[in-house]
């Protein structure tokens, strides 16, 4: 499942934005660690990170590992692995490349 959230600046191409921790991307969901994974290279490719994210508020996988993609109309989160605590997230996030 894709999730969509736009970056909070005024230009047109969002492909060259960087994501912070901290940040609040995708259903509200708060980055609390990322590794960047690729570079945009135009016309080939996108950005993109492995990130953890919290979401407050749920009993049920508060934590997300998401690869977060910047395209054109803002950041983009895909394959998610879904976790009940913070160990079990940063074990995925580890799988996946995250440091």
């Keep these: 499942m894709k999730h969509l959230t736009l970056v909070t600046d005024n230009t047109d191409d969002k492909t060259f934005a960087e994501p912070k921790i901290g940040e609040i991307v995708s259903l509200g969901a708060t980055v609390l660690a990322l590794t960047k994974r690729n570079d945009r290279v135009i ?23 998401w690869t ?7 950041f983009v989160t895909e394959h998610g692995d879904y976790a009940f605590t913070l160990a079990e997230a ?10």
């Design 68 to 74: 977060l993609i910047a395209r054109p109309e803002g």
């Design 43 to 65: 016309g080939d490719s996108y950005a993109s990170w492995v990130t953890v994210c919290y979401k407050s508020g749920t009993d049920y996988h508060p934590f997300v590992v």
């Design 90 to 99: 940063m074990s995925l996030y580890e799988k996946r490349g995250g440091k």
